[in-house]
């Protein structure tokens, strides 16, 4: 493969046609309405993200008052903390679901067992009750009202101590909640796919001795960078001037200790923690091949559920950096917003291969001069890295001389046909994999494999069996190589649901060697893949029986005429067919003959004009009515 990396679509195969596709990733913003000149607000904007955080500046989640209403939104900062405080009362089931649900479930059960009571003697029996009661009401008012009084004054005692044993038993955990808020600091990242999210977290020891303190994160994703060369790649990538340290950190686990890397602060003292979130988290998910929303049927069937596909690589989370010391005290709690975002594809690859094998590829790249981070006039790169989304793929790259042209290796197992694997690579040119060259997408097909055996210019055929599906389709077969490979039958036909349909092919190579070619079946209507095969087609020289050496003249807008002799061999009469590998320079006057037991004819030949002198082998094949290969002719056509 070849191609040059540093211009979007250019790394092609060879003797494969590429097709640019895209996707426009469109962001929109509520713009309201004019500002008022009259009304001046001052307000800190700023142009760029801040990489260094402070948790002092105003970034915690807390700003007092009640422990439900209390947390600052993300996105405020100290202005916040000067505006106005103040909450209105409200019923205490609209602010929590799970006292809503305790208070109303006696309610419900009460209304359940009513609903079973369904006999009609019971009904009766009721119905005569409260005739009686509205009798004895009439003539006492009075006693109603205390029973109605008195029933309601239980039920809400039987309310009350519901909400005092719910909030005694979580007024603890919103009492610890909200004391961590105060050291709590939070952060928003918008990372992409493989693409390194650098900043640093200032923390402080705020007590007045020694403390060792333990760095506990709980997402894999988001890592503190140990290695110093590391660290200074990424503040001088994402230009942070800040002062750093060397050795600060201690990664070796001890029994007894706090698991976590390891950091030493004396009294009062601030460092600055350095972060790196990178996800290589993609989706693997293939999306199903069928019709396009113009041709789907003008009626669909409702349903009060439809189930929507969403991409959990992009969905937003929360992760917390927990910062403790050795007695497990929280002394500082980091809170990161992550927010996804879509990224970009350089390359699609798409391949097909047998089920059940492993597939190895060797894309090679050109010489990097014009990368980013690379010298107008220097040398180039020596090595790539690459990372692979699939952790089932291999991939790996070799050092090279500057100036080489680099090579990708890949290396991915197939699995049963019809299955389609999807996965990503990316291209780095540092060993920190900070920012990728590129992203290559990667189709691998797992086809039924149909092994043919073959002679150049004789038909070899067999037939393969396409099966039904549930439903009734109008299909067609198509072949990826019409001149060498043909289908019977070509027409559409009607695939009955769960029945079995026999597909004959037909293969005459024109060419030596191996040659990959594929079957496909389609849904005419939907337009929808039903099933394929992999032909996998070794063609072999047939055997020369005569050889004829030809002089043509070079030029002459007509050509030249030649004439050569076949006798039949066979004493009953055959009908032949005739034809040669090289149509663009031979031409025959008849491609069909009969003849008679042993009859002889002339074969006429016509060579297209040629403008350059040298030579140039032509094979005439002799077939029987099957295509079967009787004769071969080696004609060397010399034009001087």
């Given at each position: 493969?070849?191609g040059?990396?540093t ?5 092609r195969a ?5 097709i640019?596709k895209?996707?426009?990733h ?7 309405h ?5 009304r ?5 904007h700023t ?7 402070v948790?002092?500046?105003g970034?915690?989640a807390?700003l007092?008052?009640?422990l ?9 900062g100290?202005?916040?903390l000067?505006q106005k405080r103040s909450?209105?009362?409200s019923?205490m089931t609209?602010k929590?679901r799970?006292?809503a ?7 419900d ?11 009609a003697v019971?009904?009766?029996?009721l ?7 509205q009798?004895d009401?009439a ?8 029973l ?10 039987r309310?009350l101590?519901?909400?005092e ?8 955990e919103?009492i ?6 105060v050291?709590t600091?939070?952060?928003t990242?918008?990372p992409?796919?493989?693409?390194a999210e650098?900043f ?5 020891n705020?007590y007045?001795?020694?403390h ?9 994703e988001?890592?503190v960078?140990?290695e ?12 942070t001037?800040t ?5 600060m950190?201690?990664?070796q686990d001890?029994k ?6 390891q950091?030493?602060?004396r ?6 923690v350095p ?8 989706n693997h998910s293939?999306n199903?091949?069928?019709p396009d929303?113009?041709?789907?049927p003008?009626f669909?069937i ?7 596909k969403?991409d959990?690589?992009l969905?937003s989370k929360?992760?917390?950096v ?8 929280s002394i500082?709690v980091l809170?990161?917003?992550?927010e ?6 350089d ?5 097909h291969h047998?089920?059940?094998s ?5 894309i090679r790249?050109p010489?990097?001069q014009n990368l980013?981070?690379?010298p ?5 790169l020596?090595?790539?890295?690459v990372?692979?989304?699939?952790d089932n793929v ?8 500057p ?5 990708v290796?890949?290396?991915?197992a197939c699995?049963?046909?019809?299955e389609?694997?999807k ?11 900070s920012?990728?060259?590129?992203t290559?997408q ?6 039924q494999r149909v092994d ?9 055929r ?6 039904g ?6 299909v067609?077969?198509f072949s990826s190589?019409?001149?060498?490979m043909q ?9 009955l649901?769960?029945?079995?349909h026999e597909?004959h092919v037909g ?10 070619m594929y079957?496909?079946?389609v849904d005419n ?7 394929s ?5 070794s ?10 050496e030809l ?6 807008g007509?050509g ?6 076949y006798?039949?061999?066979y004493?009953?009469?055959?009908v032949f067919n005739?034809?040669c590998?090289?149509d663009?320079?031979?031409?025959f ?7 008679g037991?042993?009859e ?6 016509r060579?297209?004009p ?5 030579s140039?082998?032509i ?11 009787e004769?071969t ?7 001087s």
């Amino acid at each position: 493969m070849t191609g040059d990396l540093t211009r979007g679509g250019s790394v092609r195969a060879i003797g494969v046609q590429t097709i640019l596709k895209g996707r426009l990733h469109l962001r929109l913003a509520n713009v309201g309405h004019m500002p008022d000149t009259k009304r001046q607000k001052l307000t800190n904007h700023t142009l760029k993200e801040s990489k260094v955080i402070v948790q002092e500046d105003g970034s915690g989640a807390f700003l007092g008052g009640s422990l439900n209403a209390g947390i600052r939104q993300s996105g405020q900062g100290l202005a916040s903390l000067q505006q106005k405080r103040s909450y209105r009362a409200s019923h205490m089931t609209e602010k929590d679901r799970e006292l809503a649900s305790a208070l109303f479930s006696r309610q419900d059960k009460a209304v359940q067992e009513s609903n079973r009571e369904s006999d009609a003697v019971k009904q009766r029996k009721l119905a005569r009750m409260k005739a009686l009661r509205q009798l004895d009401n009439a003539s006492n008012g009075t006693s109603k009202s205390v029973l109605l009084k008195k029933e309601e004054r239980i039920q809400r005692n039987r309310d009350l101590r519901t909400i005092e044993l719910y909030r005694d038993r979580t007024k603890k955990e919103n009492i610890l909640n909200m004391l961590q808020s105060v050291i709590t600091t939070e952060h928003t990242v918008h990372p992409s796919f493989g693409h390194a999210e650098f900043f640093e977290f200032v923390l402080k020891n705020p007590y007045n001795v020694d403390h060792t303190i333990s760095i506990q994160i709980e997402d894999t994703e988001l890592s503190v960078i140990t290695e110093p060369r590391e660290w200074r790649h990424f503040k001088q990538l994402f230009e942070t001037y800040t002062p750093m340290e060397e050795n600060m950190f201690n990664t070796q686990d001890k029994k007894g200790d706090i698991p976590g890397i390891q950091i030493f602060l004396r009294p009062k003292e601030k460092v600055n923690v350095p972060f790196k979130y990178q996800s290589f988290q993609a989706n693997h998910s293939v999306n199903p091949q069928g019709p396009d929303e113009d041709i789907k049927p003008q009626f669909k069937i409702q349903t009060p559920y439809d189930e929507k596909k969403v991409d959990l690589t992009l969905k937003s989370k929360v992760l917390k950096v927990h910062f403790k010391t050795q007695d497990d005290k929280s002394i500082a709690v980091l809170s990161l917003q992550v927010e996804p975002q879509p990224h970009v594809l350089d390359q699609t690859f798409r391949f097909h291969h047998p089920e059940h094998s492993f597939l190895k590829k060797s894309i090679r790249l050109p010489p990097f001069q014009n990368l980013p981070g690379v010298p107008v006039s220097g040398p180039g790169l020596e090595k790539l890295y690459v990372k692979c989304s699939d952790d089932n793929v291999i991939c790996s790259t070799r050092n090279v001389s500057p100036g080489e042209p680099q090579d990708v290796f890949l290396k991915v197992a197939c699995g049963s046909s019809p299955e389609i694997k999807k996965f990503f690579v990316l291209i780095y040119s540092t060993p920190y994999l900070s920012r990728p060259l590129q992203t290559w997408q990667f189709y691998i097909h797992s086809l039924q494999r149909v092994d043919v055996n073959s002679v150049e210019g004789q038909t070899s055929r067999f037939s393969l069996i396409l099966r039904g599906t549930q439903a009734s389709r109008l299909v067609q077969a198509f072949s990826s190589h019409p001149l060498e490979m043909q289908i019977a039958p070509v027409e559409p036909l009607m695939l009955l649901a769960n029945s079995v349909h026999e597909i004959h092919v037909g293969v005459r190579p024109m060419a030596v060697g191996s040659k990959f070619m594929y079957v496909n079946v389609v849904d005419n209507e939907y337009h929808q893949l039903i099933r394929s095969w992999l032909v996998c087609v070794s063609c072999r020289q047939p055997i020369i029986t005569k050889a004829f050496e030809l002089q043509l003249p070079i030029g002459g807008g007509k050509g030249s005429n030649k004439r050569i002799t076949y006798k039949n061999p066979y004493p009953q009469k055959k009908v032949f067919n005739i034809r040669c590998n090289r149509d663009d320079l031979l031409q025959f006057r008849e491609t069909r003959i009969e003849l008679g037991g042993g009859e002889t004819c002339t074969l006429g030949l016509r060579f297209s004009p040629s403008h350059q002198g040298g030579s140039t082998e032509i094979l005439i094949f002799i077939n029987d009515e099957f295509d079967k290969n009787e004769e071969t002719f080696c004609v060397r056509a010399i034009y001087s």
